[in-house]
């Protein structure tokens, strides 16, 4: 059991929210057929892979509730190959994996279940500009952490939960190694670590879901 006087105990280096919006812009590739999408996948930078894989979750970039990226839904609506949209949907996002990670995921994936057929409206891939921001929000301890992600906007938990380490500027995300360094809750850490963003559809499920690991493990 951990101390709930932790929640006031100062931390070394408070935890500076910031945040991000990805305004979109055209990549300049289409694709009418899976040999086309894999073509495509292999030439658009790694922006364009976060922002079809991870982008859905948090903004009004709407997708359907059972399919969990842009690829998937393409394949299952265009291709008519719900197996394989099935399939590409279900790719984890978890740590440590970045968007390289995926993009090898997705090309093994369509390299060896070639579908044939040719879609009457194609995948246009889209990548992105990343403006970040700071929100003027400082925890300067682990309360004051809670309090704030459950109030923030889902932007900046994405940009420290998301964005950061799967576009590879840091190994885990912000919050567990905000907490590792100044409490040496290593078990919080790997816990919040272990959430997968690509299993939630509905971005306020995710804020939920880090503040319930969080005081599970501060009031077990």
Known sequence: MISKELLDKPAQKPFEFEAA???????????????????????????????????????????????????????????HD??????????????????????????KILTENKVSGRASRPFYFVS????????????????????????????????????KRVMGYTTKNDFSIWIEENYGLKELADS???IDPQTYTDEEKLREDLIRKIEEVIFS
């Open 82 to 107: 719900s197996r394989l949209a099935q399939i590409i949907s279900d790719i984890e996002g978890k740590e440590p994996r970045t968007v390289e990670d995926v993009r090898e995921d997705l090309l």
């Open 21 to 79: 919006y990805y305004p979109p812009k055209y990549a300049g590739i289409k694709a009418y057929t899976v040999d086309e999408l894999i073509s495509g996948i292999k030439r658009v930078d790694g922006l364009s892979i976060f922002y079809h894989i991870f982008h859905p979750l948090f903004s009004s970039h709407v997708i359907p509730e059972d399919m969990h990226n842009d690829f998937a839904v393409w394949i299952r609506d265009e291709i």
């Open 192 to 194: 919040l670590s272990s």
């Open 128 to 163: 992105c500009n990343p403006v970040i921001f700071k929100t003027g929000k400082v925890a300067r301890n682990l309360g004051e952490l809670i309090d704030i992600i459950a109030t923030i906007s889902m932007r900046s938990i994405a940009y420290h939960f998301i964005f």
